[in-house]
């Protein structure tokens, strides 16, 4: 079990107590701090946990390879510090790997109940990310390292996460990986997530992350089985709706923001009846509220993206991984994909 963790302390002994009910007990438990400043480590140590301190702060993907390099046992099972498995994740993920040889990571769906529950933004993301990953349950081209399983010796062919990303590391080594085995999202491993809380660092997260979303629609185009957090016809409607409010002034016309925003509630059904099911009808217009102002920063930030590609043609790339030679920069494709797929109020 390999845990990255950095400034996590209100959420890492959840997290760690949830290993203490596994039906398969881990073999090893590392938790891998990078630089923390809130005493997580600490408490890490305090659970019997194997600590690896980092001495600065070096990012995800740095932390997962340290924590890996580390690991003794033939199954490196990655679980953020802010998320806790459901009891038998652990058992699930070692049973469906050794059932069938050709895959190369199991990971797991997002709980429908938050991990810590700070309100109803929180509630808003954690809905909205367990209907999608649960609707994509199945092959997939990309896995989410927050929590999954990898054989070891996978691994160690497919090689390291790219120590310069600190976002999007999952669609980057999903490229790797998926070119020699196949991924399986599964709903028999589950992790409840402490989600984003705050209303105003939900939409700038939304913004950043879809600022992507165009260079990440064009890459999978044609990989089939890629997941969509949000619905194009959504995002279509939002704006839609938003664009026609100066038409309430205008009597024959004053229906048109109403028509957009049934149209948008109509965009994605399933999830609004989801949502009543597990929240009740009272929570559904805030959810749609909250919903619409995310989809209307994803338009946002898909189009100033589309501007600062054109401006600057290595938006988005990190070190590392710009253009060399030709000008064509290696894995540019998924290094400036902060992905699509999380663009949902999603996985940190």
Known sequence: MVIPNYNYAKTLPLCLESLRRQTLPPFEIIVSDDASTDGSADVAERFGCRVLRATANQGVSAARNAGAAAARGDILFFLDSDEALSPRSLENAVRLLAEDPGLGCVHGVIAPEPLVDDGPVEWY?????HHWRLKGVGPTPTAF???????????????????????SEDVEYSERLSARYRILLTAQVEAAHDEEHRLGAMLREQFRR???????????????????????AGVVAALF?????????????????????????????????FVRRRRGAGFLPLFVGLHLLVNLQIALGAATGWLRSKVDRDFGAPPGLRPQGD???PARRTARLASCEHTEGGAG
């Open 125 to 129: 993301r954690t809905l909205h990310a």
């Open 145 to 167: 390292f927050a929590a999954a399983a990898v054989p070891r010796h996978v691994f160690e062919e497919v090689g390291p996460f790219h120590p310069a990303l600190r976002d």
């Open 210 to 232: 879809a600022q992507y979303l165009l260079p990440f629609a064009a890459a999978h185009r044609r990989r089939p089985g890629a997941l969509r957090a949000n619905s194009m």
């Open 241 to 273: 709706t938003v664009a026609s409010l100066p038409a309430v002034a205008v009597p024959h016309l004053a229906v048109l923001p109403l028509l957009g925003l049934v149209a948008f509630a109509c965009a994605d059904l399933p999830l609004l009846r």
């Open 327 to 329: 000008g064509t920069p």
